[in-house]
């Protein structure tokens, strides 16, 4: 299956291009007769909120029940994006602007579902990626104060029309708490040093975003209870990963969302490794 080139007609809007609702976000599911045989889940959400633990978790289940599982992060998951990754993350780069920020995610993100989304899912496997392209509406437009048609015509070019079928939205409700359970006793990487001012705009533009496409984008409320947000996570999950149906009936009242082979050796994530160059976790964009 060859990839739209959005190169072709530069001048057409993001909201007529195949996979995007009319205000040019990602639509949910896929274009008919075009879909491949996979299942693509995102979790989104601030820095800190247990995306890593719940992918974790997640491919687990499904690998219980020989369930092909790819788990990937961004920006990473190739050689590029790894190396894309340690330059912008790193605090030492704070000359980079938001306009080569961006490019620098999307550039990633290109290469990731060219080289293994893409083909993953053609294969029919389930892949489970923190963060994609709501994670760039959020940083880079609503964060960082980028035209907002412009980002998502940049998610357009870089995705080719791949959209997730489901994405999971991790909200712990408290910004500053988020943040110190991302940094732990570190400085940070260049995002999470961005300061709680901009992380506020992140999570307000993540439930802007939820509140818009509730269909695709599902509110999990991370609990102190681990396990009990594994099962909320895995009942938004069961209708399109019926495999998860067992573990979605530990699901409790407080939980349900809110209008909320083997994993890939690059981009695995990692429960306690940082993201970027300097070893620091979390994605934004």
């Known amino acids: 299956m060859t990839p739209e080139r959005h190169t072709a007609e530069p001048a057409q809007p993001v909201s007529e291009r195949e996979g995007y609702d009319a205000q040019g976000a990602p639509a949910s599911g896929r ?3 075009d879909s491949p045989r996979g299942v693509f889940v995102t979790f989104e959400g601030g820095d800190g909120v247990g995306k890593s633990t719940h992918i974790r978790y997640v491919a687990n289940e499904l690998r219980r029940t020989g369930r092909e599982v790819v788990c ?10 790894e190396s894309l990754r340690a330059m912008v993350l790193d605090p030492d780069n704070g000359e980079i602007s938001s306009e080569a920020e961006l490019l620098m995610y999307e550039a990633a993100r290109a290469q990731l579902v060219r080289e293994v989304i893409r083909p993953a899912l053609e294969r029919g496997a389930v892949v489970l990626c923190d963060r994609f392209s709501d994670s760039t509406i959020a940083y880079q437009a609503y964060g960082r104060g980028l035209p907002l048609d412009f980002v998502r015509r940049a998610n357009a070019f870089a995705t080719g029309g791949i959209v997730p079928d489901r994405t999971i939205l991790l909200v712990l409700g408290n910004t500053r708490k988020s943040l110190a359970r991302a940094t732990g006793a ?6 999470e040093q961005a300061g709680e001012v901009f992380h506020s705009r992140v999570n307000r533009a993540f439930l802007k975003l939820a509140k818009r496409d509730p269909k695709r984008i599902r509110i999990v409320r991370s609990s102190s209870s681990r396990k009990a947000t594994a099962a909320a996570v895995a009942a938004e999950l069961a209708d399109i990963l019926p495999e998860l149906s067992a573990r979605a009936e530990g699901a409790t009242p407080s939980q349900p969302a809110a209008p909320h082979g083997e994993g890939a050796a690059k981009g695995k994530p990692q429960a306690k490794r940082k993201r970027g160059g300097r070893g620091k976790r979390g994605n934004r964009g």
């Open 31 to 33: 274009p008919e007769g």
């Open 72 to 81: 990937l992060r961004e920006p990473g998951g190739t050689g590029i994006g």
């Open 186 to 191: 570190g400085a940070g990487d260049r995002m």
